[in-house]
């Protein structure tokens, strides 16, 4: 492998994960709607459209034709997904909920929209090149608290539900996968509770050690990359590799 696409390249994880493969002598896209505030001459930059507009998934073919262009020149064999949300400050402030009484159809759809929606149009519109490159790893960011039945605290329903939809989405496409090329791995992973903007809010009451750098969970989701054996395809994976039941 030659070259390492991550999609949400801006995230405190996906940066650190650029970082880190750059550090590598690897070849990095940066798929993002931000651009990296560091350059460095194996770090390629794919522009990132706004998907979410209500539209058609179709309209963005001809982005996803460029983006398969780019991967294909560059041999591309592990691809990150880390787009999420979790909460927003501002004009309409969205937190996760801590009571059914706190839920809303604003909260809910943002969070379908960033959790589940945006990363499935990514995995639509890279389907050609997953489906036709052999040994390809594609993994999926999601979150330990979309795991039903791990869910011992309650609370969070909307991301916890998003996380739950994304996973199954992903192991029902493994599925789907595995019947055009065997050697492929597409998995969900938990990165681990992570320093991050999307984080920030609820770090305060959290287990000493618990919290990682972004720079730390680059290295673990690294090593799991390296690792994934074609057979692990469909799973929810943990940050250091073990398997987590949905
Ligand atoms: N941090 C943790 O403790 C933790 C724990 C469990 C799971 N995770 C998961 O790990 C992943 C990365 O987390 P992080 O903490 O690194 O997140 P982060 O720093 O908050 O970054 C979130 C990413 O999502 C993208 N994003 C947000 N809204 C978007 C939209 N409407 N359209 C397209 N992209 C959008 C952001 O892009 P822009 O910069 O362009 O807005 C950014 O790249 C997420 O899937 C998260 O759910 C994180």
Partial sequence: MSAVLIIGASSSIGGALAKYYLQQGLTVIWLSRNSPDFSESKLLQIKAPDLTE??????HQAFFSSVIDTVQQHQVGLIFNCIGWLHQDGELRLSPEKS????????????????LEVPVIYLQGLWPYLTKTPG???????AKVGSISDNQLGGWYSYRSAKAALNQWIK??????????KTAALVTLHPGTTDSALSAPFQ????????????QTAEHLAKVALQLQGEQSGLLLNWDGRVLSF
Avoid: C, M
């Fill in 136 to 142: 390809i790893r594609y993994l999926q960011l999601s």
């Fill in 100 to 115: 059914l009484s706190q839920s809303s159809g604003a909260l809910l759809r943002k969070t379908l929209l960033v959790n």
């Fill in 172 to 181: 029902t496409a493994s599925i789907e996968l595995k019947r055009s090329n």
């Fill in 54 to 59: 209500p539209d058609e998934w179709a309209l």
């Fill in 204 to 215: 305060r009451n959290l287990p000493v050690g618990q919290l990682q750098s972004p720079a």
